[in-house]
Each structure stands twice: as structure tokens, then as C-alpha cells.
């Protein structure tokens, strides 16, 4: 799909998350994740601002999302919890930072979206400090067959709707790219993944370019 239509498909549902109640489970998660972010956090694909409550209280965050309505509802959320952020609306698989410029780089719910999420995480290890910690929150293609057949047969009515490709293999993406990968967990019959991870010693942005 054109990103101005991506854009237009997360904007029209921004409402939606902001007033999104998630399960018990998807807090355990995140809290279980966000706690571990420390120092300067960058974090993709923002959306409405669903991991600000689980933030240790230290860390300065930027934000980035390429939508400007989960952006504004970010910044709700954010005023909520007391949160400066710095925010940048762009597409995050245009930007560009400087090599290590973050201790700790998160993203939620954001690899099923973008369009080359291999490179995606290639600049994410870019952008970390070789000791800094990269925290993963995806989910993808489940490994039950059943499932996952349901999922290759509905996935292009629901990234049409949606924006979220749904048969992305995460574990193998995150091997490929070569992280560092220190924990990770799985669960809903391995639709969803957890990721505490450092960027692959001796990574070489300019390799990787
Ligand atoms: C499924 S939502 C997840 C939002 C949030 N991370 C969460 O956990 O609730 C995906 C988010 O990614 C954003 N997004 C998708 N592709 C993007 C891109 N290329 N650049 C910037 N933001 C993007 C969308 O606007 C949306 O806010």
C-alpha cells in the first residue's frame, strides 16, 4: 500500500486505540518490557501512547510515528503521566539518526507495518548504543497451522483495513538480522513475541547501509 494511504488507514483509527481498554495480558506484557527501557528512549511507531504508563520515571523519550492524529493522541496521553517527549512525525523507515544515538529503543505492535522490516531493524541496531538494550513487542505469523492458514487467508483484507500484515515471522526476522538476543518469550499460540535484545556485537552501520 502508498504510505499516504497507510497514513490515512492509521489516522482514521487513532480514536480507537486512544480509547482502547487491552487485556490483562497485553499490560503484563508491556509492563513486563517498558521496565527495562532506560536512559534516552527512542520509540517507533508511537501510536496513542499505550507504553507510557509502564516507563520507569527517568528516561527521555522520542517518539515517532508517521501519523499526525496517534501522534496528538500520544501527546493526551502523554500530558497524562507527566511525560516530555520529544516528537517527530515521519516515517520512521525514512529517518534517519545518528549512529548510537539512543540507549534504548523500543518498539510495540510496529514490525507488522512497515514495508522492509529487515532493514528496519538493521537501523534500529544502528541507532542503539552497542550496549544499549533493543525491546520487542510483535506479532506475526502464529506457528499452529490452523492459524496460521487463517491468518495467509485473511491477511490481505485486514492490511487493507488494518494496516498490520499479519504473517510476518518475527523470530526468524530478528535472527537475520543478527540481534543480540538476550530473552524472548512467545505467547497465543506464538502469535506474540517478547524481545529483550542488543544490537549484534561489532554491528557496522555503514555495512549495513
Ligand atoms: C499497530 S499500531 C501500534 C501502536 C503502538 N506502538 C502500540 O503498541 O499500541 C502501529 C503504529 O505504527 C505507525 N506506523 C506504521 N508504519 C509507520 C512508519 N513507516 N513510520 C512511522 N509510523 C508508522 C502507525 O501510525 C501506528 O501508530
Known amino acids: 500500500m502508498e504510505k499516504e494511504r497507510l497514513v490515512r488507514v492509521f489516522d482514521r483509527q487513532a480514536a480507537k486505540y486512544e480509547s482502547n481498554k487491552e487485556s ?6 508491556r509492563r513486563a518490557l517498558l521496565s527495562q527501557a532506560e536512559g534516552e528512549v527512542l520509540e517507533l511507531a508511537v501510536g496513542a501512547g499505550a507504553n507510557f504508563p509502564y516507563y520507569p520515571p527517568d528516561v527521555n523519550i522520542t517518539a515517532a510515528d508517521f501519523s499526525k492524529e496517534m501522534l496528538a493522541a500520544a501527546r493526551k496521553k502523554a500530558a497524562n503521566y507527566h511525560i516530555q517527549a520529544k516528537w517527530v512525525c515521519a516515517d520512521i523507515e525514512k529517518l534517519e ?3 548510537d544515538s539512543f540507549d534504548t ?39 499452529n497451522i490452523f492459524v496460521s492458514g487463517a491468518q495467509r487467508v485473511l491477511n490481505p483484507l485486514l492490511y487493507k483495513m ?4 499479519q504473517t510476518r515471522d518475527i523470530l526468524n526476522l530478528v535472527h537475520e538480522s543478527g540481534l543480540a538476543v538476550q ?3 512467545s505467547h497465543w499460540l506464538n502469535m506474540f513475541h517478547m524481545i529483550w535484545a542488543s544490537p549484534e556485537k561489532g554491528f557496522s552501520c555503514q555495512k549495513n547501509r
Open 183 to 185: 530473552r524472548a518469550e
Open 105 to 143: 529503543i523500543v518498539s510495540t505492535l510496529s514490525f507488522c507495518c512497515y514495508e522492509n522490516p529487515l532493514e528496519m531493524l538493521k537501523k534500529v541496531q544502528c541507532w542503539c548504543k552497542p550496549d544499549g538494550k533493543i525491546l520487542l513487542f510483535e506479532h506475526g505469523k502464529s506457528s
Open 162 to 165: 488494518i494496516g498490520c500484515h
Open 24 to 29: 490483562s495480558n497485553l499490560t503484563k506484557w
Open 97 to 99: 539518526f545518528e549512529p
